[in-house]
């Protein structure tokens, strides 16, 4: 046994990560994005002993299998995130808090439809700028001739790197590196050294100490069933977006999840809210099958929906702050 987990449990952690306390020592960070089956971790974490290597990967089976070979390796000095690199970037890490930022073969998303789902946009550069240190590097390589046009583009016009991109003289032993190599395609290069901190702030949102929730009096024996049948999609758009579309209720009757989608602060999270009857007694709260991070959008959503059940004649007996 090695005593620690290579996947962090980052939904219980607070935010930033005490990156300290997860490796139980200190020493500069260099995150990967997208680091697939983990060659380049396990390639380079074994020869930087003094460096604490963090991958983020947004494929559950791809966090699985590299964490598989960094045991079976007992290489100690990396840690696995599985999540988005855009929220896990701004939340997970502390301003100014990483040395390198390294992303091999990120996906190119070729068709003009697709563009948007291409990581390193302008604003995505200017985050990752935020997160590093100064004089801190994005190391990153491609096959697409197009995304390289794209992305060293973006990099130069966040305003806030030193760019050096061409082809590249020596490429990264990954599996899309060899795959493309196989194929006879040239891989090209982009470094960026940050040169100063960009305008836009990044903020750290603020976790609540707790899941919110509400509880409520219904007199009405059936007023679950009927708030169901009657429901009416319920969307609440700003600073947070809030959309809760559907509504399932229970084969007992006693119980309805509503499905809620949430966007704040550059996340996402799709879980199930519950309306629990016990008795007279109501509960409004998170489902206890979703892992959620227990932000004040989730207290937004708990109580909008508190609310439509209070103007079908329910009464608040209390809510918890969640803070
Ligand atoms: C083309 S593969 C490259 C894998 C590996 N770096 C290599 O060179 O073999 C791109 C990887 O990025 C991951 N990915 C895509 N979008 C991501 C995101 N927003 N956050 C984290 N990982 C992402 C994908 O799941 C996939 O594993």
Same mark, same amino acid.
């Given at each position: ?35 697939g089956n983990g060659d380049f971790l396990v390639e380079t974490a ?26 079976? *390796? ?40 697709? !563009? ?15 997160? &590093? ?50 194929? $006879?395609? &040239? ?9 100063? !901190? ?11 100490? !707790? ?12 007023? *679950? ?9 319920? !969307?609440?758009?700003? $600073? ?8 399932? *209720? ?46 004040? $959008? ?26």
């Amino acid at each position: 046994m090695l005593g620690f987990s290579y996947v962090v449990n980052w939904r219980a952690l607070d935010f930033p990560v005490p990156w300290d306390r997860v490796f139980g020592w200190s020493g500069p960070i260099v995150v990967e994005i997208g680091f697939g089956n983990g060659d380049f971790l396990v390639e380079t974490a074994p020869r930087r002993p003094g460096t604490r290597f963090v991958g983020i990967e947004l494929s559950r089976v791809s966090v699985q299998k590299a964490a598989k070979r960094l045991r079976a *390796l007992r290489i100690r000095n990396v840690r696995l995130i599985h999540w988005d690199a855009r929220p896990a970037l701004q939340h997970l890490f502390a301003p100014g808090s990483i040395a390198e930022v390294h992303s091999y073969f990120p996906d190119p998303w070729p068709k003009k439809r697709h !563009e948007k789902r291409r990581l390193f946009s302008v604003e995505f550069c200017q985050l990752v700028a935020s997160r &590093l240190r100064q004089g801190g590097r994005v190391i990153l390589y491609t096959d697409d001739p197009e995304y390289f046009a794209w992305v060293s583009q973006n990099f130069r016009e966040s305003g806030v790197f030193r760019v050096s991109a061409g082809p590249a003289e020596r490429v990264p032993d990954t599996k899309y590196a060899q795959k493309w190599l196989r194929q $006879g395609k &040239l891989v090209y290069a982009l470094e960026a050294w940050k040169t100063r !901190e960009p305008e836009q702030s990044f903020p750290i949102i603020k976790r609540l100490k !707790e899941m919110p929730n509400v509880l409520l009096r219904c007199q009405d024996e059936d007023f *679950l069933v009927k708030f169901v049948q009657q429901f009416q999609a319920l !969307e609440i758009l700003g $600073g947070v977006d809030i959309r809760i579309p559907r509504v399932y *209720l229970a084969p007992d009757r006693r119980s309805a999840v509503f499905e809620t989608f949430l966007r704040e602060k550059g996340i996402q999270q799709r879980f199930f809210l519950e309306v629990k009857r016990l008795g007279q007694r109501v509960v409004v709260k998170v489902h206890d099958a979703f892992d959620v991070v227990a932000t004040p $959008g989730v207290k937004m959503a708990v109580t909008a929906l508190a609310d439509a059940l209070v103007r079908k004649g329910c009464q608040r007996v209390y809510s918890t702050t969640g803070t």
